[in-house]
């Protein structure tokens, strides 16, 4: 192979290899220190390497070459890891292809929950990335084929969400996000979700139930039929009464229309029901 044409597959080669790390480090990471030292670590030396001569810009040539391959790597790490970040289990422990369905979803701890997503090594690096984050809210649904559940954590420091989603028994996927918009109330930055999740778990989602259909007995006379659940358990800034903090709002359809919805706080008192149809 001639010198000019080997030249031509290395300038090929580089060029490719410089799109595919710009575009790994610029786009595909999500956006975090990690992120904005993998883009100056390639500019700032590609810079060096393009008005430098000799010794100089052979070195930081195979510095910028380091750096788009590092970018490649961890976007690539990144991208997996987010895509597979450990099944959903109701018990806690491991598990395999799980599915979320009704009744059995009503077993689950919250606590459990949480913790076996932050003994995660996608939530380790997250956590890496981007620091210490406090579960927000945790949304449970049985309506749809295999269930569905989605965890979300939010970083007041960082500002930024991750969203653990899984469905019909697949893993995790995370996307993560940045708020904007205003400032969480001050209530919302002192709240404690661990805590709350753990006084749920006191008595269990299964007593919560029970006590919704209790209640909406009481009310009508006959207890609401029930073939799927929704439950959501997150911080509600409420403005018609008192309690400020996480609630669990439960929602019972039949057939797919709503027949019991309950907003408890973690104590077990009630804040609101909808007059069952």
Excluded at 126 to 132: D, S
Excluded at 213 to 236: H, R, Y
Excluded at 243 to 264: E, K, M, P, W
């Amino acid at each position: 192979m001639s010198t000019l044409a080997r030249a031509i597959i290395q300038s090929i080669i580089f060029a490719a290899l410089t799109a595919t790390g710009l575009f790994c480090a610029a786009i595909l990471m999500s956006y975090s220190w990690v992120k904005i030292l993998a883009v100056i670590a390639i500019l700032a030396p590609g810079t060096v390497w393009l008005v430098a001569h000799g010794v100089i810009r052979k070195i930081f040539k195979y510095i910028v070459i380091a750096m788009l391959i590092f970018a490649i790597t961890f976007a690539s790490f990144e991208s997996y890891v987010f895509w597979n970040a450990g099944n959903p289990s109701t018990n806690g422990a491991p598990s395999s292809g799980i599915t979320i369905g009704y009744p059995n979803v009503l077993n689950t701890s919250l606590t459990k929950l949480v913790q076996g997503i932050e003994s995660s090594t996608t939530f380790a690096l997250l956590t890496a990335e981007h620091g210490k984050t406090e579960p927000e809210t945790i949304w449970v649904n049985t309506g749809t084929p295999g269930g569905s559940i989605t965890v979300d954590f939010y970083g007041q420091g960082s500002n930024v969400y991750y969203d653990f989603s899984a469905s019909a028994g697949d893993q995790y996927h995370v996307s993560v996000s940045s708020y904007s918009g205003q400032p969480f109330p001050q209530s919302y930055i002192l709240s404690s979700s661990s805590q709350a999740f753990k006084q749920i778990d006191t008595r269990g989602l299964q007593w919560f139930y029970n006590q919704a259909l209790e209640l909406a007995q009481n009310k009508t006379g006959t207890t609401p039929q029930v073939d799927a659940l929704s439950m959501t358990i997150t911080f509600e800034d409420q403005i018609y009464v008192s309690y400020i903090g996480i609630t669990i709002t439960i929602v019972g359809t039949f057939n797919g229309q709503s027949t019991l919805i309950a907003d408890f706080e973690p104590s077990g008192t009630l804040i609101y029901m909808s007059q069952p149809q």
